[in-house]
């Protein structure tokens, strides 16, 4: 059997959405490795979605289940910067 193609959708929607936020935290570019921390607290945050092709949960969802998605990843990664901040020496501590 053959599973390779087998992923967790949301691990390329979260990666890119910490990537986008993390240009509005100075204090973040300075401490990169601090984004995969706020990627892994992030992703513990959102609903785990496995899938065999990008497009199937796309498909399979409505319009309303995929911004519910956004929505859900944009207030994971939001919390978790805040996190990550707060508990790391950029974070002013």
Same mark, same amino acid.
């Given at each position: 059997?053959? $599973?390779? @193609?087998?992923?967790?959708? =949301?691990?390329? =929607?979260? $990666?890119?959405?910490?990537?986008?936020?993390?240009? /509005?935290?100075?204090?973040?570019?300075?401490?990169? +490795?601090?984004?995969?921390?706020?990627?892994?607290?992030? /992703? !513990?945050?959102? =609903?785990?979605?496995?899938?065999? !092709?990008?497009?199937? $949960?796309?498909f399979y969802q409505t319009e @309303?289940?995929?911004?519910?998605? +956004?929505?859900?990843?944009?207030?994971?990664?939001?919390?978790?910067?805040?996190?990550?901040?707060?508990?790391?020496?950029?974070?002013?501590?």
């Open positions: 059997m053959d $599973f390779s @193609t087998v992923h967790n959708v =949301q691990e390329k =929607q979260v $990666f890119e959405a910490v990537a986008e936020v993390a240009s /509005l935290h100075p204090e973040l570019r300075k401490a990169p +490795d601090l984004l995969a921390d706020v990627a892994c607290i992030a /992703l !513990n945050r959102v =609903q785990t979605r496995y899938i065999r !092709n990008d497009l199937d $949960f796309a @309303t289940e995929l911004l519910e998605n +956004d929505r859900q990843i944009a207030a994971a990664v939001e919390y978790a910067i805040g996190l990550v901040l707060q508990r790391s020496a950029v974070g002013g501590r």
